[in-house]
T-cell receptor
């Protein structure tokens, strides 16, 4: 089967660092995606990992361990505008479509 | 700017009505997808298409059908709307390939009364 797990909610303060974890089980793995979704808006692409290791993109980094079925999204120097849902996604069994986790709602306070 | 456009932002329909949700993309993408998003359940895949006139069932296809007569347009059809189909519906598109990112439309909030 396939399963993607991530925490439901997280809170943090401005300027802090937060790590959002994602574990996945899928036999058609072709890489791990992270999307950001602000309330009332469409999800937007943040990052993609297919090889093990850390990919850094400004304040955001994403890590993947294929052997452990584990990924995390690291957000540094948090800003209020980072308050959003963060969605972890991986390929379905056939490798033809993305299956999403339920999303982690991050609240950043001052 | 690349775009995925969904025809309606909000829609209210009655139980038993036939409902059409339209999605158009201007990026010449081969793949198109329909998801629904519900609180606590996240995004769930209903149907997708990787070519004109082709369709594949996702995880929750029951009660839905789709149509893809032209490459740029992918329609989701609720044959007989029911209250449990009240949801946010998101259309997305991507290029062919297993690591291509999805571009999403703004969504249609459908309420079935």
């Amino acid at each position: 089967g396939q399963n993607i797990d991530q925490p439901t909610e997280m809170t943090a303060t401005e300027g802090a660092i937060v790590q959002i974890n994602c574990t996945y089980q899928t036999s058609g793995f072709n890489g791990l995606f992270w999307y950001q979704q602000h309330a009332g808006e469409a999800p937007t692409f943040l990052s993609y990992n297919v090889l093990d290791g850390l990919e850094e993109k400004g304040r955001f980094s994403s890590f993947l361990s294929r052997s452990k079925g584990y990924s995390y999204l690291l957000l540094k120097e948090l800003q209020m505008k980072d308050s959003a849902s963060y969605l972890c996604a991986a390929s379905n069994q056939a490798g033809t479509a993305l299956i999403f986790g339920k999303g982690t709602t991050l609240s950043v306070s001052s | 700017d690349v775009k995925v456009t969904q025809s309606s932002r909000y829609l209210v329909k009655r139980t038993g009505e036939k409902v059409f949700l339209e999605c158009v993309q201007d990026m010449d993408h081969e793949n198109m997808f329909w998801y629904r998003q519900d609180p606590g359940l996240g995004l769930r895949l209903i149907y997708f298409s990787y070519d004109v006139k082709m369709k594949e069932k996702g995880d929750i296809p029951e009660g839905y059908s789709v149509s893809r007569e032209k490459k740029e347009r992918f329609s989701l059809i609720l044959e007989s709307a029911s209250t449990n189909q009240t949801s946010m519906y998101l259309c997305a598109s991507s290029r062919t390939g297993t690591n291509e990112k999805l571009f999403f439309g703004s969504g249609t909030q459908l309420s079935v009364l």
